[in-house]
Nanobody, 121 residues
Framework: QVQVEESGGGLVQAGGSLRLSCAAS????????EAWYRQAPGTQREWVAS???????NYADSVKGRFTISRDNTKNTVYLQIDSLKPEDTAVYYC???????????????WGQGIQVTVSS
């Protein structure tokens, strides 16, 4: 059993900052990749940022330079630091973790339920 839970969302003024947390719990042996997605009303869910265990990160063009994904390996927590928020960043943000539950086991994707980020102008 693996559970993923986001926290840290809320209402922020444009230009402000926010840090989202994604806590993974349960039977996780290793995390292979972490990613954040978001979905605004009336739109498809889009990829925002990803990180692999070696530390390499990738970002969507719309957030590059403003968003930072990181991981605390001591507690299986993934973060998304969001700076210089824009109204178009308003969306439900989802955490995705690709992980093994045992050595040599299959990689599975685990998703959080999403958390609302609202940016006022």
């Amino acid at each position: 059993q693996v559970q993923v839970e986001e926290s840290g969302g809320g209402l922020v003024q444009a230009g402000g900052s926010l840090r989202l947390s994604c806590a993974a719990s349960g039977d996780i042996y290793s995390m292979n990749m972490e990613a954040w997605y978001r979905q605004a009303p009336g739109t498809q869910r889009e990829w925002v940022a990803s990180r692999v265990s070696g530390g390499a990160t990738n970002y969507a063009d719309s957030v590059k330079g403003r968003f930072t994904i990181s991981r605390d390996n001591t507690k299986n927590t993934v973060y998304l630091q969001i700076d210089s928020l824009k109204p178009e960043d308003t969306a439900v943000y989802y955490c995705n973790i690709r992980a093994r539950r045992r050595p040599g086991g299959i990689l599975n994707d685990y998703w959080g339920q999403g958390i609302q980020v609202t940016v006022s102008s």
